[in-house]
Each structure stands twice: as C-alpha cells, then as structure tokens.
Nanobody
Framework: QVQLVESGGGLVQAGGSLRLSCAAS????????MGWFRQAPGKEREFVAA????????LYTDSVKGRFTISRDNAKNTVYLQINSLKPEDTAVYYC??????????????????WGQGTQVTVSS
C-alpha cells in the first residue's frame, strides 16, 4: 500500500509559479514510478508528467513542456511538480499517482494504482 498526500496548490496570477508536493508513505513508496495528472471542471483527467523510480527519466505532456518540471527526492519519499509561467488553462485539480508494480514512468492513468486526494490550482488572468 502507498498513501499519497498532495500540497502546494493555490490561487496565482497568470505568469506566476507554484511548487506542488506529493508525500508518499508505504513500503514501496520509494520504488514506485510517480505521475501527476490534472482534471479541470467538466473535463476528463489528463496526464501532466511522470518520473521513473530513480528520477533519471521524465515524461511530459506537450502542453506543459518547458514550463513544468517533475522531480523526486527518494530520501524524503516526495515528488515535486514545479509549475512556471502558469496560464488560466492550467486551472485544475492536480493529482499525484503511484504505480505499485513498476518503476517505469507512464502517461496512462490506468497503469497507476494509488492516487492522492488532489490539490487545487487556480490561475487568474
């Protein structure tokens, strides 16, 4: 079992930055590939970024490349999402997710077994 708790969301003006954190606990937390997804009102949950077990491999959806950076600190069992140059269309609930059976990053939500409760990011124009 892996428990995930996100934090760091908030209200920010367009062009601003936020750093989201996802604290993981559980026996396999440090060995799991991790991902960030988001869901805007009235839209389906979408992939944002993923990172492999070691932190040496990352994956991003095209719309956030160059603005978002995913990283992890395995000593702290924490994954981060640095969000820069925020746009109103980035407004969403951001979810952290973990894979239980693989250290490889993935963009597919169905391959993640554990999810956090989400943290709201609101970008004003």
């Amino acid at each position: 079992q892996v428990q995930l708790v996100e934090s760091g969301g908030g209200l920010v003006q367009a062009g601003g930055s936020l750093r989201l954190s996802c604290a993981a606990s559980g026996r396999t937390a440090s060995s799991a590939a991790m991902g960030w997804f988001r869901q805007a009102p009235g839209k389906e949950r979408e992939f944002v970024a993923a990172i492999n077990r070691s932190g040496g491999g990352t994956l991003y959806t095209d719309s956030v490349k160059g603005r978002f950076t995913i990283s992890r600190d395995n000593a702290k069992n924490t994954v981060y999402l640095q969000i820069n140059s925020l746009k109103p269309e980035d407004t969403a609930v951001y979810y952290c997710a973990a894979r239980s059976d693989s250290g490889s990053r993935s963009r597919w939500a169905t391959e993640y077994d554990y999810w956090g409760q989400g943290t709201q990011v609101t970008v004003s124009s």
